[in-house]
């Protein structure tokens, strides 16, 4: 029933929070799990050319599909 103080709700409800957390900053920065390819490919210079931040535009230029279900879930 309950492990060290926690109990089933209490986990479902960590669980929740996180996918939400998760999801909420991959869907806005959906190019974050991909930089290092974008690095390595050169397709960098795309953005470094552009005169807004490039990480930042880097970072939201996508989403990531999955994790609007991740939101969804933790919501």
Request: charged fraction near 10%; include cysteine; aromatic fraction near 8%.
């Amino acid at each position: 029933p309950t492990v060290n103080g926690w109990d089933l709700t209490g986990v479902i409800t960590l669980y929740s929070i996180v996918a939400a957390g998760v999801g909420l900053g991959m869907a806005i920065c959906g190019n974050s799990g991909r930089l290092a390819e974008i690095i390595a490919s050169g397709s960098l210079d795309y953005y470094l050319v552009l005169p807004a931040d490039p990480l930042v535009h880097t970072l939201v230029s996508a989403s990531s599909i999955p994790s609007w279900g991740d939101l969804a879930f933790g919501l």
